[in-house]
């Protein structure tokens, strides 16, 4: 059925309105700032808005990119996906770093156990030596606040 050119007139008002609506920020229950809304809004199918009203689906398009390159998001759910996709990316790179701080930190623990464990290990030979020699370790080391020396220095004793 052909439209008359007042009908014609009509829906393309209604589809500017429509348009207007969603890059104001009125955005429907359940709907978005994208042309299956826009068309929706209109009163008209997407196809009909596709195939007749195309070049106003492209003019919506536009104005909707040139107010997102502007900062201006219509859509306050999108500014929030924004918002959090921006928050994701933040986090994930936080979580990088520490990712990478503690694989460093748990390098640094190994290499501190090998350290302690090499000098364990001296520690050891070196009492056999002393046993060897007969000389005998003593068992404990006195607290600080007990012995006579101020430092804690055990004098080993003497043949």
């Not at 439209?3 to 007139?9: E, G, K, P």
């Not at 809304?37 to 909707?64: M, N, P």
């Not at 748990?106 to 156990?113: A, G, H």
Request: net charge positive; charged share 35%; with cysteine.
């Amino acid at each position: 059925m052909a439209l008359s050119q007042s009908q014609r007139d009509q829906i393309e008002r209604r589809i500017r309105a429509a348009a207007d609506r969603l890059l104001g920020g009125q955005i429907p229950p359940g709907g978005a700032c994208d042309v299956k809304t826009l068309a929706r809004e209109a009163g008209i199918s997407r196809a009909s808005l596709y195939r007749t009203w195309g070049h106003l689906k492209d003019e919506f398009e536009q104005r909707r990119a040139a107010a997102w390159a502007a900062g201006h998001q219509p859509d306050p759910r999108e500014a929030r996906i924004a918002r959090l996709r921006d928050h994701n990316h933040r986090l994930t790179g936080k979580l990088a770093r520490t990712h990478a701080e503690f694989t460093a930190l748990k390098q640094r623990r190994k290499t501190l156990l090998s350290v302690l464990a090499a000098k364990d290990d001296e520690l050891q030979r070196l009492r056999r030596e002393l046993t060897a020699l007969g000389r005998k370790f003593p068992a404990a080391v006195p607290d600080q606040r007990q012995g006579d020396d101020a430092k804690g220095v055990v004098p080993l004793p003497r043949r």
